[in-house]
């Protein structure tokens, strides 16, 4: 996150709250005092940001899992634009951030609601991250792949998926890494705990980011990624960084608003794969 202010020329440090600047979650704009309605969305994508303009809603607040945007298929992680965050000063629309709380957490969070819609028994963690894990190993009720791949596309409310590796048959034990999970170390930690498909958010990289020095180490990633699944016997599935940590908010988020008695709207992005 401070890198893509920076590169922006954003000091976002004179207008996010200090708790946040430290650790990069939690209450991270504080536009008002009061919060009347809670909006939740993955990303701070600009339809997304502009959806929650056009309702002129007052006192509300915006609850992401990224405090930033992302072109998975473009420059990768941006900013929240500096008007955006003018204007929800002036309409006392407050940005909350829960990124590594959400991916560790096992009841609610990102990999927990991916576990829940598949109805799969979770035998292990993996993929260490923050205070826990990023990732989960279980098992299900064998399923045809074809199948499984199609519900999928419902589950996540995406038109297409990124599917590689080894398409095999039947598919009954999977890896789950909501959100960025092309990393060989993620890969080799699925494939060696016998996994027969491996489902994340992206598990190849596809942005080119604005920075060079992060260009070209996202260039050799994507050859090790390249190289190292050309002939993988584990199904690899994408549904899009997104789509993937979006699930938690429509699942469960909102549920967990109206518990405390906040009315709650989740809002996806029109374009999973931007």
Not at 27 to 42: H, N, P, Q, W, Y
Request: a negative charge; aromatic letters at 10%.
């Amino acid at each position: 996150m401070p890198r893509v202010y920076a590169d922006a020329g954003y000091d976002y440090t004179k207008k996010f709250e200090a708790g946040f600047c430290a650790k990069y979650n939690g209450l991270m704009l504080r536009a008002g005092d009061t919060v009347e309605k809670i909006f939740c969305s993955a990303f701070a994508a600009p339809d997304v940001l502009q959806r929650i303009l056009d309702t002129n809603t007052n006192d509300a607040m915006l609850f992401l899992h990224h405090p930033v945007d992302l072109e998975v298929c473009g420059a990768g992680f941006l900013p929240v634009p500096s008007d955006v965050i003018s204007e929800f000063e002036r309409m006392r629309i407050s940005i909350y951030s829960c990124h590594a709380p959400l991916d560790c957490h096992d009841k609610i969070g990102t990999n927990a609601a991916i576990v829940q819609a598949l109805g799969m028994k979770v035998e292990k963690e993996f993929v260490r991250y923050g205070l826990g894990y990023a990732g989960r190993i279980g098992t299900m009720e064998v399923q045809d792949t074809d199948l499984l791949l199609k519900r999928i596309r419902g589950i996540f409310g995406v038109s297409r998926l990124e599917v590689g590796g080894c398409l095999k048959s039947a598919v009954a034990r999977i890896a789950i890494v909501a959100g960025g999970g092309d990393e060989i170390g993620h890969l080799r930690q699925a494939y060696e705990n016998s996994c027969d498909m491996y489902l994340t958010g992206e598990w190849y990289p596809r942005y080119t980011p604005q920075d060079e020095d992060v260009r070209l180490s996202v260039a050799r990633l994507k050859e090790e990624i390249a190289s190292f699944t050309q002939n993988l016997k584990m199904v690899l599935v994408g549904v899009s960084h997104a789509a993937s940590e979006y699930l938690v908010m429509k699942k469960q988020m909102i549920d967990y608003f109206d518990c405390k008695g906040i009315p709650a709207e989740a809002i996806p992005q029109e374009n999973w794969w931007r």
